[in-house]
């Protein structure tokens, strides 16, 4: 029985591919749809509202500022629309070069700052600090929270891109091969 575990956990561990590979697929059936249909909710009108974003865009990314200038863009600087624009273009571009695995760390690294922004906007901003059950707590035995605990698998997925890489099935691979065909 040792022998046969022995040889299973062997295996397994040098199975490289496996974890960035699952890591890659969990991303895009639980959080690839969730990113690009917040960033929709975040463009203008038409081809330009690409970089002109609807006023909720600005609502949901600084809502204090929102409400102080009673929800008027044209009171914003610069600042805000480049923070607004990177913002929404960000919730399509990163998650679309993780699930094809391009930039992969880079990309997942860009991913675990945002989902940091994002939680300390909606703690922050949104008053999630204000309700115990949206911020949450480790180790309480309720693991439903969305921020404390959603995000912290959602870190750790990308986590796993970070260090290990996109895996085999990537474009990352693909051009590396390209590049380096003898050492692939």
Do not use: N
Not at 58 to 67: D, G, L, N, R, T
Not at 98 to 119: E, H, K
């Amino acid at each position: 029985m040792i022998t046969l575990y022995t040889a299973i956990s062997d295996r397994l561990t040098r199975a490289e591919w496996l974890l960035p590979t699952l890591a890659r697929l969990v991303f895009a059936g639980t959080l690839l749809m969730y990113f690009w249909v917040s960033g929709l909710t975040k463009l203008g009108d038409g081809f330009m509202g690409l970089f002109q974003p609807s006023v909720g865009a600005y609502a949901q990314i600084f809502p204090k500022v929102m409400e102080a200038v009673v929800y008027d863009t044209s009171q914003l600087s610069i600042w805000h629309w480049a923070v607004v624009v990177a913002g929404t273009w960000a919730e399509f571009i990163l998650p679309a070069l993780i699930v094809v695995g391009l930039f992969t760390r880079l990309s997942a690294l860009g991913m675990i700052g945002f989902v940091i922004v994002q939680s300390l906007t909606d703690l922050i901003g949104h008053g999630g600090l204000e309700h115990a059950e949206t911020f949450g707590a480790w180790f309480d035995r309720f693991p439903d929270s969305i921020i404390m605990d959603q995000r912290a698998f959602w870190i750790f997925v990308l986590l796993v891109l970070v260090v290990k890489g996109a895996g085999p099935l990537s474009l990352d691979r693909a051009i590396l091969r390209q590049v380096l065909p003898r050492e692939m």
